[in-house]
Nanobody
Framework: QVQLVESGGGLVQPGGSLRLSCAAS????????MGWYRQAPGKQRELVAT???????NYADSVKGRFTISRDSAKITLYLQMNSLKPEDTAVYYC?????????????WGQGTQVTVSS
């Protein structure tokens, strides 16, 4: 059983910063990739940023230069540093992990954390 638990969301003014965290736990053999996705009201879930096991990162054009994805040295906690936040960044942010366990390779999701950017 693998669990991903996000934290760090909240209300912030435009131009402000937040850091999201995602802690992975459970019987994991290997983490191939992790990422952040978000879903705004009435919209589809979209990719924000990903990081693969080798450390390469990928960002949505809308967040390039403002958001930074990273992992701790043990590679089981994922972070998203969000700077220069805009109202359009308001969404529920979800952590995703492509993780190998004894039963195979699967995608796992956290429960989501709300980020609201408003004055």
């Amino acid at each position: 059983q693998v669990q991903l638990v996000e934290s760090g969301g909240g209300l912030v003014q435009p131009g402000g910063s937040l850091r999201l965290s995602c802690a992975a736990s459970g019987s994991m053999l290997s983490i191939y990739a992790m990422g952040w996705y978000r879903q705004a009201p009435g919209k589809q879930r979209e990719l924000v940023a990903t990081i693969i096991s080798g450390g390469s990162t990928n960002y949505a054009d809308s967040v390039k230069g403002r958001f930074t994805i990273s992992r701790d040295s043990a590679k089981i906690t994922l972070y998203l540093q969000m700077n220069s936040l805009k109202p359009e960044d308001t969404a529920v942010y979800y952590c995703n992990g492509r993780i190998a366990t004894a039963v195979g390779l699967s995608d796992y999701w956290g429960q989501g954390t709300q980020v609201t950017v408003s004055s």
